[in-house]
């Protein structure tokens, strides 16, 4: 009995052992590092159909984009990393600001497929994905007439009435970044301190909570991401889809700037050991298969111009997107926090 | 007068010196060496403090720390007392009674530390959310669209308390196990009641061991960060993040983690200052039988049974319970062989992690023992502190010294790429560095157990220190080590940032397959890969659990 740990011990250890030898085999192979904070397992099958393709085998790192980036840096020019995913602008501007990612190869490919205010203005990245911010109403108690714009949900009207995450949410973070470029800091807070005068309770939970909260009578807007919302329309659980069908999606400032997006998207390492499969890999994700998959399995706007929104999205109709561009978004994000933090947004 | 003093000054630091010499001995080197290959991580973080904050440390100190600290005092203080009644009374229930159930209760108790925090928070929200199942439970009385809030300060407290008590059950009852009955009975015998034996002998004497427990209580609630911030209150943790990942400053968030570490190091050193006098060991090496138990009538056995099912039918049953009605609705889309890989090689990776980490403690412990100087023992406590800040934080305490390692190999020709970052190496290093303090804390307080007049008539009678160590003190530790291996396994089953973070391409584990789905709002297609983890533990857990049993 004494022995059996020992004994389980020394199996494990030749078990791994085993495993590292088997990696340094694959090393002498294309390699394609991938830092993400994408975790979808549309994702993973995205990169096995790479892998089939190129023959180049794709190695993940999944974590935060905070947590990467301060791994790239400490990795320094030894850095094993590839490609870096974010699931939003502003952390891809800090990697470029720190001097973490280097210009993509193909700039006529992705300047012929992407908008212009999808893509880094020195080319250190682009957009992968699109998805929109918008407002989701309870349809029995809201006449979708009465809401316009963001700025809007200031009024008096809509006291007691407002249901939004914590502002430590990138995508708030995000939204606010658009609001301060498009009116101005003075504005901005404003609008935040009016933001939390009208909560129906403190920030919590996440997207789905406040759709649920809406739902339940809580109150009667949420502001929430629309992949998130496709994603309770096909849910397996009752009672989100019984929560979502009280709802329904309006997609504000239609009638100015149009509506906020945010991104995830993706850029080449400074010192990618592998750049021009990094690039071959970026080329992947853009083109119309890719994109397909990214539009159909989890409900995001496709950044291909040639490629179709899922049913899903359709059903909700063309909108006006916000066409500032990401860069400003990036370069405002800690003014949005720091303003959150003054109007007192937890 | 004045200059007799300087000379009694300088004599009093000479003295100290040539004392320091004279008690030199190769056990505090060995000391030394572990705890520099422990602490360096802490050691990089806490020298952070010097570096200062950044530049948003005005805005941090005025719009927000108030209001963190508050939180996090709040949070330690509930947490505390939840765990401390929880832990301590099913723990002696357990040891002194017996009732139906009490040899399956006895380790279902550890199990809610299987379940990492948000986890449990996403079971709770769930739960009794609005048609959830309590809501469905409560619909057939009348009530419709129910829902309790538990997403504040109290509801968190209550979750975290809940899944974290075992750390005081678990170190409370090797101390009951092996200790507390045979001065029970001295105690009985000389006419002093059940009730007050046990607060006027038993309380007071398993300070050390449930002090243990709370400690590692405490730290891993200051750096929890997962459920706090899907229940929207923030803490000190959250001014770690939002310091680093919104206001984009990790030396703020380093300087912050450092601050955290300085004040649990000085509430550590206070606890063994207030205690130092006090004398906790036994005549008897203590080993008693265990068949003692007290047989109440049948009512009040089954009394028993109720309230010792308690915290397992809270930190177990319901969030298993919510675990599984979402696993039956995702499991098409979720399970397939995959798991099972993945259950093997996170079982694999724990188990060896956790015989390092133990091992480590062991040898941290025992040397700084061997060694006579005191400030070199005090110093080994620097070692236990990777448990009070939050992983992501270790893990650039465990990255920088690291890298620039396999960044001189590289520059020598030693090697061609990183041979300790993105190997096994670096992840098991960061778990022990970690980890420490969960197999440090419980088996110090057995070792205090180890009345000292033994191994010293043993060494006195000429045998080393490691003969007297394997002769005597290792089979008196055993509860210990099994307990504190235990709780070092279930933690790293569930560790999250510095698996993501450390782990090669080729690993994965359970707990990062959940946070996949987890941190992508997929909460219901987490709970598969969470129930592995859960019953990954259980395994162990038994088998331990008996031999805990027997050598008890």
């Known amino acids: 009995m004494n022995k059996l740990p020992l004994l389980l011990l020394i199996v494990l250890i030749s078990f791994s052992c085993k495993e590292n030898s088997e990696k340094k085999e694959t090393a002498n192979n294309k390699e394609l590092n991938v830092y993400t904070h994408r975790h979808y397992d549309s994702d993973k099958a995205l990169f096995e159909l790479f892998e089939k393709q190129s023959g180049i085998k794709v190695n993940v790192i999944n974590s935060k984009a905070d947590e990467l980036i301060q791994k790239m840096v400490l990795e320094g020019e030894q850095s094993p990393a590839d490609v870096l995913i974010t699931v939003d602008a502003g952390r891809l501007h800090m990697a470029k600001a720190k001097g973490l990612l280097q210009p993509v190869a193909n700039k006529e490919t992705i300047d012929s497929l992407v908008a212009p205010n999808l893509i880094d203005k020195d080319y250190h990245w682009v957009a992968l994905t699109k998805r929109a911010r918008v407002l989701v109403y309870a349809k029995d108690r809201v006449d979708p007439e009465s809401l316009s714009t963001y700025e809007d949900l200031i009024l008096p009207k809509w006291n007691d009435k407002l249901l939004f995450r914590s502002s430590s949410n990138i995508y708030n973070q995000s939204l606010m970044a658009s609001i301060v470029a498009n009116d101005g800091e003075d504005a901005a807070k404003k609008w935040a301190q009016g933001m939390v005068k009208n909560q129906a309770r403190k920030p919590k939970g996440n997207d789905r909570d406040q759709v649920k909260a809406v739902a339940a009578g809580e109150g009667d807007i949420a502001i929430v991401n629309t992949y998130y919302i496709g994603k309770m329309l096909n849910s397996n659980d009752q009672s989100e889809l019984e929560a979502v069908d009280k709802v329904a999606v309006y997609f504000p400032n239609q009638n100015d700037r149009g509506t906020h997006i945010n991104v995830s998207g993706i850029g080449v390492a400074k010192h990618s050991p592998n750049a021009e499969a990094a690039n071959q890999f970026i080329d992947f994700l853009l083109s119309e298969e890719a994109q397909s998959v990214f539009a159909l399995s989890n409900y995001e706007y496709p950044v291909n111009t040639n490629v179709e929104n899922s049913d899903v999205l359709k059903a909700w109709g063309d909108f006006k997107e916000d066409d500032l561009h990401l860069n400003l978004l990036g370069e405002l994000n800690k003014k949005a926090v720091i303003l959150f933090d003054e109007a007192g947004w937890k | ?173 090797a101390f009951f196990l092996t200790q507390a009955l045979n001065l029970l009975e001295a105690s009985r015998l000389l006419g002093v009641s059940e009730t007050k034996s046990f607060f006027k002998l038993i309380f007071p004497l398993s300070r050390p061991a449930i002090v243990a427990g709370l400690v590692l209580v405490l730290m891993e609630v200051l750096n929890d960060y997962g459920a706090a911030q899907y229940f929207g209150v923030n803490t000190f943790t959250t001014g770690i993040f939002r310091s680093w990942f919104s206001l984009e400053e990790p030396e703020t968030a380093i300087y912050l983690s450092a601050l955290l570490l300085s004040i649990v190091f000085v509430l550590i050193i206070l606890e063994k200052y207030q205690r130092r006098k006090l004398q906790y060991t036994s005549p008897k090496s203590g080993r008693t039988s265990i068949n003692h138990r007290i047989k109440l009538s049948f009512p009040r056995q089954l009394l028993l049974s109720f309230l010792v099912s308690l915290p397992v039918v809270l930190g177990f049953l319901i969030p298993v319970i919510q675990l599984l009605q979402w696993a039956v609705k995702t499991y098409t889309q979720v399970f397939n062989q995959d798991l099972l890989w993945l259950s093997l090689q996170s079982f694999g990776i724990a188990f060896v992690a956790a015989c390092f980490t133990v091992l480590f403690a062991l040898l941290l412990l025992y040397f700084s023992k061997w060694n006579k100087i005191y400030s070199v023992q005090s110093a080994a406590k620097l070692g236990v502190l990777g448990y009070a800040i939050p992983g992501a934080v270790v893990a650039i305490g465990i990255m920088i010294p690291t890298l620039s390692l396999d960044k001189t190999f590289i520059e020598l020709g030693w090697a061609s790429k990183f041979i300790i970052n993105g190997t096994l190496i670096a992840l098991v290093y960061a778990y022990v560095v970690r980890f420490l303090a969960v197999a440090y804390q419980p088996l110090e307080s057995s070792s205090l157990k180890v009345n000292s007049s033994i191994p010293d008539s043993s060494k006195i009678l000429g045998m080393g220190n490691f003969k007297t160590f394997f002769k005597i003190e290792f089979p008196l530790l055993k509860a210990g080590m099994l307990s504190a291996f235990i709780l070092v396994f279930i933690d790293i089953l569930k560790e999250l940032p510095l698996t993501l973070i450390l782990k090669p391409y080729h690993i994965n584990t359970l707990a990062v397959k959940a946070y996949g789905y987890a941190s992508d709002e997929m909460v219901m297609q987490a709970s598969i890969p969470s129930l592995f983890i859960i019953l990954t533990a259980l395994i162990p857990v038994i088998i331990l659990n008996k031999l805990l049993l027997k050598n008890g």
């Open chain 2, 1 to 173: 007068m004045k200059q007799a003093g300087s000379s009694q000054e300088s004599f009093s630091f000479k003295h100290r010196i040539q004392r320091g010499i004279r008690d030199l001995n190769k056990w505090t080197v060995f000391t030394v060496l572990i705890l520099l290959f422990i602490a360096v991580p802490v050691i990089t973080i806490f020298f952070k403090l010097f570096g200062g904050p950044g530049e948003s440390w005005g805005h941090i100190t005025n719009y927000l720390l108030v209001d963190y600290l508050k939180n996090s005092l709040y949070l330690s203080v509930l947490c505390t007392l939840i765990t401390l009644v929880t832990g301590v009374v099913s723990a002696w229930l357990v040891t002194r009674f017996e009732f139906p159930f009490r040899t399956y209760l006895e380790w279902l108790l550890i199990i809610p530390l299987a379940i990492p925090g948000y986890i449990m928070a996403y079971a709770y929200a769930g739960f009794l959310d609005y048609g959830g199942i309590f809501s469905w439970l409560i619909s057939p009385f009348g009530i419709e669209n129910f829902k309790l809030d538990m997403m504040n300060v109290v509801g968190l407290s209550f979750v975290l308390g809940i899944s974290l008590f075992p750390y005081v059950y678990v170190s409370a009852r």
